[in-house]
């Protein structure tokens, strides 16, 4: 015989899969449920718990359970999806610059006819070829980054980056403090390695570095992943004096540091990377994705020397090598100033695309770095962040609600809004009917 509390899960499962119990309804309280069903109140929580594995609900500290739009792709925000025709993707960023196909066909042509084409049939070494590393090195060089060519390595775009480092350097269980809103990818890569994350509380200008530091000596903290130079999504840049005290946190606790930098070449000038603060323990992660091209997967991990074996071993046992051909393409682009230039243009773009959501999304409260390709967009408490993202899809515009970036507990009602891949003449439209569906959202 079917337990009760089965049959009352089971009874409001139906009537939000049907649709009576629609996205954003909040349900009856846990003493309310118990009251009305005649259950005891840990019956009640159980109900409500088994809605919310079943991802049908969604509690909410101090503001009680709701029904979660469910008509959304599963993991929106987090996996790409196949883009159909007319569809206005404000989720992710992939930004390109007019005459970058023929750019790669005279790189390509360049290529075929100087050096050994027959070495790039042949394995590489695991961290990439060394005068490909050089070569990057110098690119950093003239960043004001100065990292030595051995302790680079070669990957196959940031995300590899990331991938390798945790594969490398942690273990299934190890603890890793991020900020309670952080990249997607790597909460995917944490999930997939059964780390334990832990949120960080944040500041408008950063992660409160004190709150890591009560964590560190309450937990056994292995690692932090920090993005400080053009955090996604909040689009801060962390002080001289943060970088200085989150690189003395690590010493004091032995953490490992994590440092995205996917983002910084949009940032001009901006502070050395915590890399430059605390060396011997921090693993620098890039690419060239956002900056040159998304489909030329060339990334770089830079570590201190007494990590690179890991990082080799992960390597190899991921990818063997990132392919020569791309690395060479890469470095040949930074030779001849070409990813310096499209570096350019596309900080310019960012700058454009950034003022145009300004005054487009006006009057709602936007964050977000000034040359950056994304806007967060905090929603009062009583708006649903998935009923709006739900009426925008049903209009063909994709945008982020916070639970993809979110590691607390308490996932905020926000939108996050990326810039970079709608072409300018249609962005416009797009951000004035995001901003329209909030305000209707706040009107009701």
């Known amino acids: 015989m079917k337990a009760r509390y089965k049959t009352i899960v089971d009874r409001f499962a139906a009537r939000i899969r049907d649709g009576q119990l629609t996205a954003g309804t909040r349900l009856p309280t846990h003493r309310r449920l118990a009251a009305e069903e005649r259950i005891s109140l840990a019956t009640a929580t159980r109900v409500y718990a088994e809605l919310e594995a079943m991802g049908l609900v969604s509690g909410e500290i101090g503001r009680g359970t ?109 603890v890793v403090a991020v900020d309670a809103l952080t990249y997607p990818g790597f909460k995917a890569l944490a999930a997939l390695y059964h780390l334990e994350l832990l949120a ?38 962390l002080s001289h004096r943060q970088r200085q005290q989150l690189a003395a946190i690590a010493r004091q606790y032995d953490l490992l540091i994590i440092e995205d930098a996917a983002y910084a070449f949009l940032v001009e000038q901006p502070p050395p990377p915590v890399a430059c603060y605390a060396p011997e323990r921090t693993v620098y992660v890039s690419g060239f994705s956002k900056n040159v091209a998304t489909g030329l997967r060339v990334g770089v991990a830079i570590c201190p020397g007494s990590l690179k074996p890991a990082l080799e071993r992960a390597i190899r046992a991921t990818t063997w090598n990132t392919p020569s051909l791309l690395t060479a393409l890469m470095s040949h682009w930074i030779q001849d100033g070409t990813v310096a ?8 773009d960012a700058r454009q695309r950034q003022a145009l959501a300004r005054e487009c999304l006006y009057p709602l409260p936007c964050i977000g770095h000034p040359n950056s390709w994304f806007v967060w967009l905090p929603l009062a408490d009583e708006c649903r962040a998935d009923r709006i993202v739900k009426a925008l899809m049903d209009n063909h515009i994709l945008v982020s609600t916070a639970e993809p970036f979110s590691t607390s507990i308490n996932v905020p009602q926000a939108l996050r809004v990326a810039l970079g891949s709608v072409p300018l003449e249609s962005l416009r439209e797009a951000l004035v009917a995001v901003r329209e569906e909030v305000e209707y959202e706040m009107s009701r």
């Open 66 to 174: 709701f029904v979660r739009e469910i008509t959304l792709a599963a993991g929106h925000g987090v996996d790409q999806q196949v883009m159909m025709p007319g569809v206005r993707d404000l989720n992710f960023n992939y930004p390109s610059q007019p005459g970058q196909g023929e750019e790669l066909r005279d790189a390509l042509r360049q290529l075929a006819n100087v050096g050994d084409i027959e070495s790039h049939l042949r394995y590489q070494p695991h961290a990439g070829r060394k005068a490909d590393r050089e070569m990057v090195a110098r690119y950093f060089a003239s960043l004001g980054f100065t990292p030595d060519s051995d302790n680079i390595l070669l990957v196959n775009g940031a995300q590899h980056g990331l991938a390798v480092t945790v594969m490398g350097l942690l273990q299934p269980g190890d």
């Open 200 to 237: 960080i509380p944040s500041l408008a200008d950063g992660p409160e570095l004190d709150a890591l530091d009560t964590i560190c000596q309450q937990r056994h903290v292995r690692a932090v992943y920090t993005m400080p130079t053009l955090h996604n999504p909040l689009g801060w840049v």
């Open 341 to 348: 230039r499209t570096t350019v243009l596309k900080r310019d």
